[in-house]
């Protein structure tokens, strides 16, 4: 089966930092393009950060440029989101998705995990 699995949420302190990460299983995601995603209670879904397949594009919704670092690794079929300088608006579950020969959009998206809970909180 065709999974993405989200880890790494928690509760944590403004301005700390927590790495997600985003394993898949069942299909070798060399060739497609992972994003983040995020949705807070009441509000809509929203691409979080971008990275292409072969790691060498990467984008951020503006919210979180210079906070949050997209990165892979194929050889373990890894995708992570470094989140550093947290805000409380940053709470929101986290979902990463996959799209092949693709761009990151919300509604576009192939394969999606099942999400991990951020709650950035003092």
């Known amino acids: 089966q065709l999974q993405l699995v989200e880890s790494g949420g928690g509760l944590v302190q403004p301005g700390g930092s927590l790495r997600l990460s985003c394993a898949a299983s069942?299909?070798?995601?060399?060739?497609?393009?992972i994003g983040w995603f995020r949705q807070a209670p009441g509000k809509e879904r929203e691409g979080v950060s971008c990275i292409s397949s072969s790691g060498v594009s990467t984008n951020y919704a503006d919210s979180v440029k210079g906070r949050f670092t997209i990165s892979r690794d194929n050889d373990k079929n890894t995708v992570y989101l470094q989140m550093n300088s947290l805000k409380s608006e940053d709470t929101a579950v986290y979902y990463c998705?996959?799209?092949?020969?693709?761009?990151?959009?919300?509604?576009?998206?192939?394969?999606w995990g099942k999400g991990t809970l951020v709650t950035v909180s003092s």
């Open positions: 998705a996959a799209v092949r020969y693709g761009t990151c959009r919300t509604s576009g998206m192939t394969y």
């Open positions: 069942g299909f070798t995601p060399n060739y497609y393009s």
